[in-house]
Each structure stands twice: as C-alpha cells, then as structure tokens.
T-cell receptor, first 112, second 118 residues
C-alpha cells in the first residue's frame, strides 16, 4: 500500500550542482504532478504530466526539467541548483477524471 | 491575482469544540472543484474533503464538512468536536478545469495553522 513514493527524503546541494528527484506511484494513475512548497506559502505547481509521454509547465517551471519515464515514474531534475530552489518538493498523482490527488511524503531540498 | 485566500494565518480552538477555517476563491470558470488538505508537522499532505462546483449539497466526511457558498465564492472547512490530533496546517485548494486527459492544476492558499488546546 505504498501510494506515491519520493526519493530522497532529504538532500543538501551546493549551488550549481545537479540532481534528480524521483517519484513513483503504484496506483496506475495517468496524471502526475510536481509541486514545491516554500515557507508561509501553499504548494505551487512546477510541472505536470497528463499521461505517459506528455509533460506541461505549471506555475513555476523555470530552472526545472521533468521526465515521464513510464506510467509509474515522473522525475524532476535541477540542472544547476540555486539557493532559490531551496524548498520542499511534493509529487502527486490522480486517477483520470477523479477528484482526489494523492501526495508523496515530500523531499526537503536545501541549496547552499 | 491570488485565486485562493485564507485570511486566518493561525487559529486556536478548545478540544471538543467546533472550528471554522475560512477560504474564499476567485474564478470565472463554471466547472471547478475545491479541496481541503491537512498537513501535520510530519509534512505529508492528507486529503480531507472535496466539493465540486455543481454539487448542490455541502460535502461531509466524518467530522469534516465544507460550507460551500457559491454566490459568495467561499468554501469554509468546519471541523466538529476538535481533537488534539487536528493540530496542523490546513490548506484550501481549487481545481482548475480538467485539461489533458483528466489532469488538473491545483491552486493552493497559504494555509491556516490550527492549534487545538486541551
């Protein structure tokens, strides 16, 4: 009963380093999402994928790339990390047309 | 422009009392949905309740109910019989119209921190 699994849970990067956040869901959902949460803010959408092979920009896509590797997995890549990307990142998924989105446990990323 | 407004940064409630968390929204779409999520100190996002714009009855889920007033564009969360475990951040979110095979964007408010006092 895993749901949405994100790795890693915590990460510290130096400015300019790259890394990929991994997300996998085992609920056979078509749609997957990446959000970021900054202190005092709600979640903001970075990218989403309506189905395998498609991706679209959300509200704050600059500095990120995504890959929908297959139906289960949706990764978020930071090519050159900046301190402004220090945040908690959430992956989510939902069944096509169904209302509720399920969230992963979050990845706390610090860029120094 | 901010689409979801939660005007209460923090709220206190006595255990076993009811509490209302406010949420107003702004949209010109006819089809939309409103969610409430709970985020405890452990950080995960827990779905509580959903209300569709065409739903005529207010949504209820156990101790949670959504007071949906469409004309006023408000979707307040009511928690009855508060428990210590209800202490958390609560986020109101709005679903944009479906796009791309059933996917949708959620726009979140800034949240309300609820503290339940014994």
């Amino acid at each position: 009963n895993a749901g949405v699994t994100q790795t890693p849970k915590f990460q510290v990067l130096k400015t300019g380093q790259s890394m990929t956040l991994q997300c996998a869901q085992d609920m056979n959902h078509n749609s997957m999402y990446w959000y970021r949460q900054d202190p005092g803010m709600g979640l903001r959408l970075i990218y989403y994928s309506a189905s395998e092979g498609t991706t679209d920009k959300g509200e704050v896509p600059n500095g990120y790339n995504v890959s929908r590797l297959n139906k289960r997995e949706f990764s978020l890549r930071l090519e050159s990390a900046a301190p402004s990307q220090t945040s908690v990142y959430f992956c989510a998924s939902n069944e096509q047309g169904v209302t509720e989105a399920f969230f992963g446990q979050g990845t706390r990323l610090t860029v120094v | 422009a901010q689409k979801i407004t939660q005007t209460q940064p923090g709220m206190f409630v006595q255990e076993k009392e009811a509490v209302t968390l406010d949420c107003t929204y702004d949209t010109s779409d006819q089809s939309y949905g409103l969610f409430w999520y709970k985020q405890p100190s452990s950080g995960e996002m827990i779905f509580l309740i959903y209300q569709g714009s065409y739903d005529e009855q207010n949504a209820t889920e156990g101790r949670y109910s959504l007071n949906f007033q469409k004309a006023r564009k408000s979707a307040n969360l009511v928690i009855s019989a508060s428990q210590l475990g209800d202490s958390a951040m609560y986020f109101c979110a709005m679903r944009e119209p479906y796009s791309g095979a059933g996917s949708y964007q959620l726009t979140f408010g800034k949240g309300t921190k609820l503290s339940v006092i014994p």
